[in-house]
């Protein structure tokens, strides 16, 4: 009798440590970011963390895994095993880089699997003063009556700004020089001094030299006019044929391997839409001139689609690639 106790009382805690091995998550989360340390993506990354490692029960941790513009991170992400211990912060290049890598393997709709959309960041289109424009269409008929001679500061080619440009180069039917840098602290002195006339960049960025009248801004780039600058239209109400359905925004969503398992997937789910529900999240994204979402996978998989869509057409049609 004392035998079989004892083998039932070994058998109950077998169970009940497989039980809780079996429990999401019983460790610490990695989530990688493809940017080095200080940037909005890492700052925005920390953030959503720190408030699901307290609605999991489980430390998120952050590691920095940069490199060609986040895509090294993306790699990794999509490769890693499918338990949910290895996400990724995703800024909205996600969308470009199978257009843009032709080497790359990745195919974010069927390598990744989305969790929820955390944030967007409106872009704002702004010119230098001394620039006789106070309009997109005022900004596109100097393009066509200067033809070549209007030079556009925005980030590395392929980055979401130069995108923007393009697409509203080729609807538009004009003919502007694109002048990639290596980030905005680098294009900031050129277009404030006047060497560069316009740009577009994220609009927590250009906000104090658009207040301050260092800058003029002209329009917004989202769908809808964005709260830091309201009094701003958006591109796509310019009237400009090509335009009416312009959008383009920065976001930001977080990922987790392709064939993760769907309980991992719905346990994360639950903690992203919990942690972007907290007002004192979106007071802090608010803060940084984001527009918090909801977090919804949905949101997010539909955004990324369209994206992709969108950016691979104007990609390929512009023969931009980097190797």
Same mark, same amino acid.
């Given at each position: 009798?004392?035998?079989?106790?004892?083998? +039932?009382?070994?058998?109950?805690?077998?169970?009940?440590?497989?039980?809780?091995?079996?429990?999401?998550?019983?460790?610490?989360?990695?989530?990688?970011?493809?940017?080095?340390?200080?940037?909005?993506?890492?700052?925005?990354?920390? *953030?959503?963390?720190?408030?699901?490692?307290?609605?999991?029960?489980?430390?998120?941790?952050?590691?920095?895994?940069?490199?060609?513009?986040?895509?090294?991170?993306?790699?990794?992400?999509?490769?890693?095993?499918?338990?949910?211990?290895?996400? +990724?912060?995703?800024?909205?290049? *996600?969308?470009?880089?199978?257009?843009?890598?032709?080497?790359?393997?990745?195919? /974010?709709?069927?390598?990744?699997?989305?969790?929820?959309?955390?944030?967007?960041?409106?872009?704002?289109?702004?010119?230098?003063?001394?620039?006789?424009?106070?309009?997109?269409?005022?900004?596109?008929?100097?393009?066509?009556?200067?033809?070549?001679?209007?030079?556009? /500061?925005?980030?590395?080619?392929?980055?979401?700004?130069?995108?923007?440009?393009?697409?509203?180069?080729?609807?538009?039917?004009?003919?502007?020089?694109?002048?990639?840098?290596?980030?905005?602290?680098?294009?900031?002195?050129?277009?404030?001094?006047?060497?560069?006339?316009?740009?577009?960049?994220?609009?927590?960025? +250009?906000?104090?030299?658009?207040?301050?009248?260092?800058?003029?801004?002209?329009?917004?780039?989202?769908?809808?006019?964005?709260?830091?600058?309201?009094?701003?239209?958006?591109?796509?109400?310019?009237?400009?044929?090509?335009?009416?359905?312009?959008?383009?925004?920065?976001? $930001?969503?977080? $990922?987790?391997?392709?064939?993760?398992?769907?309980?991992?997937?719905?346990?994360?789910?639950?903690?992203?839409?919990?942690?972007?529900?907290?007002?004192?999240?979106?007071?802090?994204?608010?803060?940084?001139?984001?527009?918090?979402?909801?977090?919804?996978?949905?949101?997010?998989?539909? *955004? *990324?689609?369209?994206?992709?869509?969108?950016?691979?057409?104007?990609?390929?049609?512009?023969?931009?690639?980097?190797?």
């Amino acid at each position: 009798m004392r035998i079989f106790k004892t083998i +039932l009382l070994a058998l109950l805690a077998l169970m009940s440590f497989q039980l809780w091995a079996q429990k999401y998550p019983n460790a610490p989360i990695k989530l990688l970011v493809g940017t080095p340390p200080g940037g909005t993506t890492d700052i925005m990354a920390r *953030l959503v963390a720190q408030k699901m490692g307290e609605v999991l029960g489980q430390s998120v941790v952050i590691e920095n895994k940069s490199g060609a513009g986040g895509l090294i991170a993306a790699e990794a992400v999509s490769k890693a095993t499918p338990d949910g211990y290895t996400l +990724l912060m995703a800024p909205a290049q *996600l969308a470009t880089y199978k257009a843009l890598y032709p080497a790359t393997k990745l195919d /974010a709709e069927r390598d990744l699997e989305s969790l929820g959309l955390v944030a967007t960041t409106p872009y704002v289109m702004v010119v230098h003063p001394t620039l006789p424009v106070k309009t997109v269409p005022e900004l596109l008929a100097y393009a066509k009556a200067n033809p070549g001679k209007l030079s556009l /500061a925005g980030s590395t080619p392929g980055g979401a700004q130069h995108l923007s440009w393009e697409l509203i180069k080729r609807r538009a039917n004009v003919d502007m020089q694109y002048v990639p840098y290596r980030g905005t602290g680098a294009l900031m002195p050129d277009l404030l001094s006047g060497r560069l006339q316009a740009g577009i960049d994220n609009i927590a960025v +250009l906000t104090p030299y658009v207040k301050s009248g260092q800058l003029r801004g002209i329009a917004v780039t989202s769908s809808a006019r964005a709260a830091l600058l309201p009094d701003l239209p958006t591109v796509a109400s310019s009237n400009i044929t090509g335009l009416a359905d312009f959008a383009a925004v920065g976001w $930001f969503g977080i $990922f987790a391997t392709g064939k993760t398992s769907p309980d991992v997937l719905a346990a994360l789910r639950g903690a992203i839409r919990t942690v972007m529900a907290q007002s004192d999240m979106r007071e802090k994204l608010t803060g940084m001139g984001a527009e918090p979402q909801s977090g919804s996978s949905d949101d997010m998989r539909a *955004l *990324l689609k369209r994206e992709i869509s969108v950016w691979t057409k104007v990609i390929q049609e512009s023969n931009i690639t980097i190797q």
